[in-house]
Structure formats: structure tokens, C-alpha cells
């Protein structure tokens, strides 16, 4: 079996108590998604990328920077204009460790976040390029796994996906190289939990 991802403390964080609360807000994953893949933006500029109210969004970036997962880019930023950055580059998350209820928030949070990405890509199909058109899926499969085995279809999965380049800190992408996204969820079946075993 492969060894899960491990955080790098240079460049990643491992939520607690006080950073999980800060993620709970739907709106906030999804701001800091966004400053990862697309770089430094002002908060007007992510209200107009998520489609959501400049003030909210303002109000929701100086949250983030006061737990630490966004900062100010003075190289790019001005006595008008605050432009904002991702801290760190992925955030590790273990439910082990979290309040219960604040753990389904910000899990309900990220998968907001994931539907009204994939409603957005699904809405843009019509305007990709050829070469695109087919490129992506929305698949869905059920198994009949136990832990153990779930555990390590997760291992196998995340391996595949990190022998591929990264978004960000790469620069032998070849021509026509683009972000794309990957979101994986596995979880037991909803309405499943209590199920016995044949």
C-alpha cells in the first residue's frame, strides 16, 4: 500500500480548533480555492470570478488573513487596490482531531464549493475548445469495500494523481498545458452506515 500524502510544514497547513473555524463559512473555501489556482486577485476581482457580493467578499478575505491562510501582495498592491494570496499551497485536514460540528461544516463547506465548480465547468462546455470538449468526465461508481480496502483504493488513487505535474511551480508544462481539476470523494454510501453484512 502507498504512503499518504504528507503536509509540508514550508508550504502547507494542518488545521486545528481555531483554523477549522475559520473555514466553516461556505464562501471561504471557496475564495481560497480560488487565490490557489488563479494566483493573487483583489476582492472585487474574486466577487466577479464567484459571482458573489464585493462587501461579503472583502469581509470574508480579512477573515481568512487574520487566521493566516491568506496574506497581502505588496508587489502587487496599492493605497486603493489590496491584493490578496493563498499562505500556503494545500490544507490537511484530520476529523480525528475536530469538533464534530464544526468538522460538517467545513466539510459541507468544500462540497459546495466542489458542486458550484462543476456546475460552472458543466455551464462552459459549450465554449471549450475542441481539443477539450471531451477531456473531462462525471463518472460516479459503487463498490462494495471494506476500510481496509477503501483505504487503500484512497492511496492508490491519490498516487495516480500526483505523478502528474502540479498547478503551480511548474514550468515544463508543454504547450496547451491548462489547470484541471480533480476532486475525489470517496465516503460509505449515504443511508448506508447501519447496513449489516451478508
Same mark, same amino acid.
Given at each position: ?46 466577487a ?6 464585493? #462587501?461579503?467578499? $472583502?469581509?470574508?478575505? !480579512?477573515? @481568512? ?9 505588496? /508587489? *502587487? ?37 466542489y ?5 460552472r ?14 477531456? #473531462?468526465?462525471? $463518472?460516479?461508481?459503487? !463498490?462494495? @469495500? ?9 492511496? /492508490? *488513487? ?39 453484512s451478508?
Amino acid at each position: 500500500m502507498s504512503r499518504p500524502l504528507e503536509p509540508d510544514p514550508r508550504r502547507d497547513v494542518v488545521l486545528d480548533a481555531t483554523t477549522l473555524k475559520a473555514l466553516t463559512h461556505p464562501l471561504r473555501p471557496r475564495i481560497l480555492s480560488a487565490l490557489r489556482l488563479h494566483g493573487p486577485s483583489t476582492a472585487s476581482r474574486l466577487a466577479e470570478h464567484l459571482g458573489v457580493n464585493t #462587501g461579503a467578499t $472583502s469581509y470574508h478575505v !480579512r477573515q @481568512l488573513a487574520e487566521a493566516g491562510f491568506v496574506v497581502e501582495d505588496p /508587489e *502587487l498592491g496599492n493605497a486603493r487596490d489590496r491584493w490578496w494570496r493563498a499562505a500556503h499551497a494545500r490544507t490537511f485536514f484530520d476529523t480525528h482531531d475536530a469538533d464534530q460540528e464544526m468538522s460538517a461544516a467545513y466539510l459541507s463547506a468544500l462540497a459546495a464549493g466542489y458542486a458550484d465548480n462543476a456546475q460552472r465547468a458543466i455551464a462552459e462546455i459549450a465554449t471549450l475548445p475542441a481539443e477539450w470538449e471531451d477531456a #473531462g468526465t462525471f $463518472s460516479n461508481w459503487t !463498490r462494495r @469495500l471494506t476500510p481496509e480496502e477503501t483505504s487503500e483504493l484512497i492511496h /492508490e *488513487l491519490t498516487e495516480t494523481v500526483r505523478r502528474y505535474r502540479p498547478h503551480q511551480g511548474t514550468d515544463d508544462a508543454p504547450e496547451g498545458a491548462r489547470p484541471v481539476s480533480v476532486n475525489l470523494e470517496v465516503f460509505l454510501a449515504p443511508g448506508m452506515g447501519d447496513e449489516s453484512s451478508p
